[in-house]
C-alpha cells in the first residue's frame, strides 16, 4: 500500500495540467471521452463517419495504444461492457493470462518471501496479452466496419507522430529511470537518452509496422508470425515466460455481465475476472437501504455509510474473487439483495468498524495506471471499455523491435497467501496463480440503464480505487441529482477494508467532516492530493441527457471528451494529430 500511495503522491508532483479549462461537451450525435484528446477525436471520427459505438470503441482502443502509452496497449489487457440498441447487454473479456509455464510460488524466494520487483519490474511480470484478440473480436461480431477502419487512424497516429503536449512530455520523462533498463524503451520514449520537449512531434515506426500487420492479418498479425517471433524473442532474452504455444492459445472469452438494480436503474458492469462488477453491486445493495440523498453529498454520514459497505465489500473480495474458469465465484450470491442485508445488518450509523472484525461473509462455495473510455452513439448503443498495462506503462518494457511495452499484469495475482500487492490487496487460493489463469481484477466499466437504455457510461483507471471512484460517480448522478461533469469531478475517498484506513482527496472534504469521521471511529484518515490536480481516479463519462449526450472527461487528468457534430467528417482523409 505504501507504493499506490507514494505513486498518487507522485502524480501530486507532476506539473499542473490545463485540466480545469475543460467544461462538459454536449452533442445530439455520439459521444467519446477518454483520457487522450487524441483518441476522443479517433472515436468521434468514426461515429461522424457512421460506426456505431462498437466501432468507435474498438478504434478508441487501437488510438490509446498509440497515443497514450502509460494504460493504452496493444500488449496488456481489458473488459469492454456493450449496450446494443436492440438490447442485447455483453461483456468482453481480454484479461491477460499467466503463462502456461507460470508456478504457484514463482515470486518468492527459497524463505517463502515474495521477492520485491519479480512481478512487476522483470520479464517475469509479463502476463500473455489480450488486447489485440480481444477488440477484434469485438469489431468482428458488433462493429459495422471494415479493419482497416478502425485500426488506420492508430497507424496514422504512429507513423506520422503526434506533437507532445505538456502531460505527455512530462509523464516520459518522470519515467526515463525506468526506462533506462531496457534500450527498445528509451528509443520509443527518448531521443538517444535524452527528454522529448513540449512541441517536439513524437513517431512510433515499430508500433506503426506492428498495428499494419494487425491490420493485415486479424489476430494472427500479433500472435503468430512476425510480431509473435519479436515478443517470445523479447521474452527469452530477458527470462520472461511467454512461447508461442501461449500466444496461439489465447483467446478473449464473451462473459455474461454483472447484472444489479439500484433504486430502479438497471446497473450492467465487468463479472471475474473483475472484482469490479461483483463490489459495485454488493456495495449499491448495501447502501440502497439508506437515504443517501438525505444525508447528502459529502457529509460524514454519509461517507461513513459508504466506506463501511466498501469495507465489507473489499473483504469478500480478498476471498471470493478470482478467474471464474479456475475457481466457483459464488456471483449470484455475492450480489444478492438478500446477502448485502446480511452482510450490513452490524452497519452501526454512528460507529466504524475495524477491518480486524470483519472477515468474508458466510457464502456457500459454489477477482496506478489503467485507462477508461465511454462511448455512446446516437442510436443507443453504448461502450463502456477498461484497460491496462497494470502500472503506469506496465513493466516500462518496449518488445524490441516491434514497438508496445508490456504488461506487468501477473503483480494482480496474490504471489502468496495475504501478501499484498502493489495496491495494498490481498488475496487467496482464488487469486492465486496457475498455469493460463487470468489474474483478478478491478476494471469496473459500467453502463446505468434508465427503463432499458443507456443514462451513464462510466469507470475509471486506479487499481483498488476504481471501484470506489465508480460507485462515487453513479451515486453522485443517482441519489445527489449532480450533472456528469459535476459527478466526475466532485472529491472522492477511498477504502479497501485492509489497510484499515480512508484515502481522502485534499481539500475535498471540510475539516469539520473529518473531525465528525474520527468521532465516528475513523481515525485513520490519510490525504491523497488534491482533485483539483490529481487525485482519486480519472472516471471519464458520458451521459444521456433530454439536451442530448454529455461527455465529461475528469478534471483530474487531461482527458477530453469530444462529441459528434453532424458537420463533422474525416473526408479529408487527415488524422486528428496532423
Ligand atoms: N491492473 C489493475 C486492475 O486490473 O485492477
Known sequence: MKTLL???????????????????????????????????????????????????????????AVTYPSAGNLGGGGFMVIHLADGTVITNDHREKAPLAATRDMYLDEQRQV??????????????????????????RYGTMDRADVINP?????????????????????????FAKYPASMAVFSKSGAPYAVGERWRQPDLAATLKRIRKHGRAGFYDGRTADLLVAEMQAGGGLITHEDLTQYRSVWREPVRGTYRGYDIVS?????????????????????????????????????????????????????????????????????????????????????????????????SPDTTHASIMDADGNAVAYTTTLNLSYGAKMVTTGAGFLLNNEMDDFSAKENAPNFYGLLGRAANAIEPGKRMLSSMTPTIVLQDGKPLLVTGSPGGSTIITTTLQVILNVLDHGMDVADAVASPRFHHQ?????????????????????QSMGHTNLVEVPS??????????????????????????????AVGVSPAQSRADGKSPAE
Open 154 to 178: 492508430a497507424i496514422r497516429l504512429a507513423e506520422k507522430g503526434i506533437v507532445l503536449d505538456r502531460d505527455l512530455a512530462a509523464q516520459f520523462e518522470r519515467r526515463l529511470k525506468d
Open 497 to 517: 477494508w485492509q489497510p484499515d484506513r480512508i484515502l481522502v482527496e485534499a481539500r475535498g472534504f471540510s475539516p469539520d467532516t473529518r473531525r465528525l469521521l
Open 115 to 140: 521477492v520485491e520487483g519479480l512481478s512487476t519490474a522483470s520479464h517475469l511480470a509479463v502476463g500473455v496479452p489480450g488486447t489485440v484478440d480481444g477488440l477484434l473480436a469485438v469489431l468482428e
Open 6 to 64: 507514494a505513486g498518487l503522491l507522485i502524480l501530486c508532483l507532476a506539473p499542473p495540467l490545463d485540466a480545469a479549462t475543460r467544461a462538459a461537451e454536449f452533442s445530439g450525435d455520439g459521444m467519446v471521452a477518454s483520457r487522450s484528446k487524441w483518441a476522443s477525436q479517433v472515436g468521434a471520427e468514426i461515429l461522424a463517419d457512421g460506426g456505431n459505438a462498437v466501432d468507435a470503441a474498438v478504434a478508441v482502443g487501437f488510438a490509446l
Open 270 to 366: 465487468m463479472p471475474p475476472p473483475s472484482s469490479g462488477g461483483v463490489l459495485l453491486v454488493q456495495m449499491l445493495n448495501m447502501l440502497e437501504g439508506l437515504d443517501i440523498k438525505a444525508s447528502e453529498f459529502g457529509s460524514a454520514a454519509t461517507i461513513h455509510a459508504m466506506v463501511e459497505a466498501e469495507r465489507r465489500a473489499y473483504a469478500d473480495r480478498a476471498e471470493y474473487l478470482g478467474d471464474p474458469d479456475f475457481f466457483p465465484v459464488p456471483v449470484a450470491r455475492l450480489t444478492s439483495k438478500d446477502y448485502a442485508r446480511m452482510r450490513f445488518a452490524d452497519f452501526d450509523p454512528d460507529k466504524a468498524s475495524l477491518s480486524e472484525d470483519i472477515g468474508a461473509g458466510e457464502i456457500p462455495l459454489e
Open 531 to 560: 482533485f483539483l490536480g490529481r487525485g482519486i481516479g480519472d472516471a471519464n463519462s458520458v451521459m444521456s441527457t433530454k439536451d442530448g449526450i454529455v461527455g465529461a472527461a475528469d478534471p483530474r487528468s487531461a482527458g477530453r
